[in-house]
């Protein structure tokens, strides 16, 4: 076999590391409340659509409520995260004004928004905010691409690509996502998926 095709297959054939083998590893350090901020109104909306729309691209999230009786349809999104290198805000779409920057932020064009699992997201937006999503790219694929044939997750990807173990809750996963008042744990667990996506869209260079 010649060394290319040698390189080749080390190429195709890479492993996702399992959950023994990332949970043995450090933590990857989470963004703090400081760094987080809860969007629920037009004026706070407006601010944030300032800081965005001058990055290159968005760490980006859903959340919804979860749903729990057979058939029963979610009105989600509840929340959105879009988060640069350096923070990260959580947006409440309940309120009009703030669901409708929300749209416009998503429907921005010329900034990439990275994340993992988005083909849910995508359709629960276009249903609730009206707006097909821009520059959607799902982190997934490009691990797909580059020779890793299970689907990676933000865990995987951290693990992978910084030798460090993301932390999430189960408890803030399965929360109330539409409650009017969001719990601390509640943003720290949205906002840092969307700051573990754009982190991994810079370690892939993808910039």
Request: a positive charge; one cysteine or more; proline letters at 2%.
């Given at each position: 076999?010649?060394?290319?095709q040698?390189?080749?297959?080390?190429?195709?054939?890479?492993?996702?590391?399992?959950?023994?083998?990332?949970?043995?590893?450090?933590?990857?350090?989470?963004?703090?409340?400081?760094?987080?901020?809860?969007?629920?109104?037009?004026?706070?909306?407006?601010?944030?659509?300032?800081?965005?729309?001058?990055?290159r691209?968005?760490?980006?999230?859903?959340?919804?409520?979860p749903?729990?009786?057979?058939?029963?349809?979610?009105?989600?999104?509840?929340?959105?995260?879009?988060?640069?290198?350096?923070?990260?805000?959580?947006?409440?779409?309940?309120?009009?004004?703030?669901?409708?920057?929300?749209?416009?932020?998503?429907?921005?064009?010329?900034?990439?928004?990275?994340?993992?699992?988005?083909?849910?997201?995508?359709?629960?937006?276009?249903?609730?905010?009206?707006?097909?999503?821009?520059?959607?790219?799902?982190?997934?694929?490009?691990?797909?691409?580059?020779?890793?044939?299970?689907?990676?997750?933000?865990?995987?990807?951290?693990?992978?690509?910084?030798?460090?173990?993301?932390?999430?809750?189960?408890?803030?996963?399965?929360?109330?996502?539409?409650?009017?008042?969001?719990?601390?744990?509640?943003?720290?667990?949205?906002?840092?998926?969307?700051?573990?996506?754009?982190?991994?869209?810079?370690?892939?260079?993808?910039g």
């Open positions: 076999m010649s060394t290319s040698t390189m080749q297959n080390q190429t195709t054939h890479r492993a996702t590391p399992d959950k023994e083998a990332i949970a043995l590893l450090p933590t990857f350090e989470r963004l703090g409340l400081d760094r987080i901020t809860l969007v629920s109104t037009g004026a706070q909306a407006g601010r944030a659509y300032d800081q965005l729309v001058v990055a691209a968005w760490g980006f999230d859903t959340e919804s409520k749903t729990f009786k057979v058939g029963e349809q979610s009105d989600g999104p509840h929340i959105l995260q879009l988060a640069t290198a350096e923070r990260a805000w959580v947006f409440q779409l309940h309120e009009p004004e703030c669901r409708a920057v929300a749209a416009d932020l998503l429907a921005f064009k010329g900034i990439a928004k990275a994340g993992f699992g988005l083909g849910d997201d995508r359709k629960r937006i276009i249903h609730k905010l009206g707006v097909e999503p821009q520059g959607i790219l799902e982190l997934n694929t490009v691990f797909h691409q580059r020779g890793y044939r299970k689907d990676m997750g933000v865990k995987g990807a951290v693990a992978v690509l910084f030798n460090q173990r993301f932390m999430k809750s189960k408890k803030a996963a399965t929360s109330n996502w539409a409650n009017a008042r969001l719990s601390e744990s509640q943003l720290v667990y949205a906002a840092n998926d969307a700051y573990a996506a754009i982190r991994v869209w810079q370690a892939l260079g993808l």
